[in-house]
């Protein structure tokens, strides 16, 4: 659950700083942090694929 956290955490903060920097103009940056957020999501999606098979495995 603390890995889930820590990403969860991390998306927020980039979502936060993408929004920052659309605002400020700074288009690069905005595009770094929205990259920085899908990758975030993207390793929780596999920490909670990894869950499910795990209480599948558990179950049978």
């Known amino acids: 659950m603390n890995e889930q956290n820590y990403l969860r955490k991390k998306m927020v903060q980039a979502l936060q700083k993408h929004h920052r920097m659309q605002a400020e103009g700074k288009r690069l940056e905005a ?27 558990e179950a049978i």
């Open 31 to 57: 595009h770094n942090a929205k990259v920085e957020y899908r990758l975030c999501r993207q390793e929780l999606l596999k920490l909670w694929g990894d869950c499910s098979k795990t209480l599948i495995m």
